[in-house]
């Protein structure tokens, strides 16, 4: 006997609140007809207490909120004044009955139910800014690294010179803000409103050399790692963009990024062969 309608069932009442209503509600046979059942499976169905799968429903939907609020938690916060936090996540969790296992996926797909909340129902625009904040900084951090290019870090290229590519390690995402919500990652305990718009630019980066963490620069105190993120380019290339560095501090700055773990050096192909030997500069 094939399990598969049974099992089918199982998981839609688990994932489905109108389902589990119907079922509670007496209607049993009439959420069965039309599925296909054979006698033996459908007897399987019935003999099932739906009250212990109904505390299966509940466990797998506060998982799934825990596992949101470990993303959101500086939202709900902020969110929590002006509207009923649970409410909107039961809401979501009715819209949303799949997909919640694919945990990157089911970050934006939240980012987007919730930035349509906001929108809708006028709360404080901030909130959009600080949801994207969120959303980005757990989505990166848990992203897989990124390859580096070609010719990149070879073990000779100890010394930055002109001609090497700066590149931004991978994953990183530019956002553009229209309130500055950084400051409000510093102050988790600390519910203040951010009333006055004022443009904002932050680049969230995964730390290579840890697990699932990310940094955020601000790129108006970061002009460089800004520069780099909206087109890698040579150390020479940089300079030409960014007047205000003399070269000595651009060398140096760019030095720092790389030993940071932040870019790479990605030295022309045509140096690439002598600097992986030894002595090679």
Not at 105 to 117: G, L, M, S
Not at 158 to 166: F, I, P, Q, S
Request: hydrophobic share 40%.
């Amino acid at each position: 006997m094939s399990l598969r309608e049974v099992q089918s069932f199982l998981a839609e009442y688990v994932r489905d609140s109108d389902v589990r209503r119907r079922c509670d509600g007496g209607e049993l046979t009439a959420v069965l007809d039309g599925r296909g059942l054979t006698t033996e499976e459908r007897g399987l169905i019935e003999q099932i207490e739906l009250a212990d799968l109904t505390k299966v429903a509940e466990t797998v939907r506060r998982e799934r909120f825990d596992r949101l609020s470990s993303v959101f938690a500086l939202l709900f916060d902020h969110l929590a004044p002006h509207c009923d936090v649970p409410a909107l996540y039961r809401r979501f969790d009715d819209e949303h009955r799949h997909g919640w296992w694919q945990r990157r996926a089911e970050i934006r797909r939240f980012e987007a139910f919730v930035v349509d909340f906001i929108v809708d129902h006028r709360l404080p625009p901030y909130l959009v800014d600080l949801c994207r904040l969120c959303s980005a900084i757990t989505t990166i951090a848990e992203s897989p690294k990124g390859q580096a290019p070609p010719h990149a870090d070879p073990p000779g290229a100890v010394t930055v010179r002109g001609n090497y590519r700066v590149v931004l390690r991978q994953p990183y995402e530019v956002l553009s803000f229209r309130y500055d919500v950084l400051p409000l990652l510093d102050a988790p305990d600390t519910i203040t409103q951010v009333t006055t718009p004022g443009a904002r630019r932050v680049l969230v980066q995964r730390i290579w050399d840890m697990h699932k963490r990310c940094q955020v620069f601000d790129l108006a105190e970061e002009p460089l790692i800004g520069s780099i993120g909206e087109e890698p380019a040579s150390v020479l290339e940089l300079a030409g963009r960014l007047p205000a560095y003399t070269y000595e501090t651009l060398f140096s700055e760019v030095a720092e990024l790389h030993r940071e773990g932040i870019v790479h050096l990605v030295v022309p192909p045509e140096l690439a062969g002598e600097l992986t030997r030894p002595g090679g500069r």
